[in-house]
């Protein structure tokens, strides 16, 4: 299956609430929690031991944090945990580019950041996603909610733990 269309079928997977749609999480305070966090919540989210953080701050890690499989698709998580520093479009194209340059091969990229969701950048990531799958490319997600500090985000469609 094409990169393109595993990652379509991810984003479209989600049918109903995620078993962790009550858990309330405090917001990490730097990005080893929050990769760990991912990481963990991801693994019971996507029912699968294929998960792993890749390397830890400070290493280079090709734009990916996290890798595992769900539903047969290789997923590339990058975690942000942003308090004072915006996360921009050209957040999001750095990191693709150093995904696209790592020799592991994915399906789909997500963004999991602790800076409040902006509509601007959620469109830019959307528009991105779609032109690269459209060139047989991987697809390229920020969850609708992300870990901000609110409370029962991860039941919604594209929520930070589950696609």
């Not at 890690?61 to 990058?78: E, H, L, N, P, W």
């Amino acid at each position: 299956m094409r990169a393109a269309e595993s990652s379509e079928r991810l984003e479209q997977e989600d049918k109903g609430l995620s078993p962790m749609s009550s858990l309330k999480i405090q917001k990490p305070n730097d990005k080893d929690t929050l990769e760990d966090l991912a990481c963990e919540i991801y693994r019971v989210e996507w029912n699968t031991t294929e998960i792993q953080v890749v390397g830890r701050s400070g290493l280079s890690q090709g734009g990916i944090d996290i890798i595992g499989t769900r539903s047969g698709a290789k997923v590339g998580v990058q975690c942000k945990c942003y308090h004072t520093t915006p996360f921009t479009k050209s957040t999001i194209t750095g990191d693709v580019e150093k995904a696209d340059k790592a020799e592991v091969k994915i399906d789909c990229l997500i963004f999991v950041t602790t800076w409040p969701r902006e509509s601007k950048v959620a469109t830019d990531c959307h528009d991105l996603s779609a032109a690269r799958r459209a060139q047989g490319k991987f697809g390229v997600i920020i969850p609708s909610r992300q870990v901000d500090g609110s409370t029962s985000e991860y039941g919604c469609k594209n929520s930070i733990f589950s696609l």
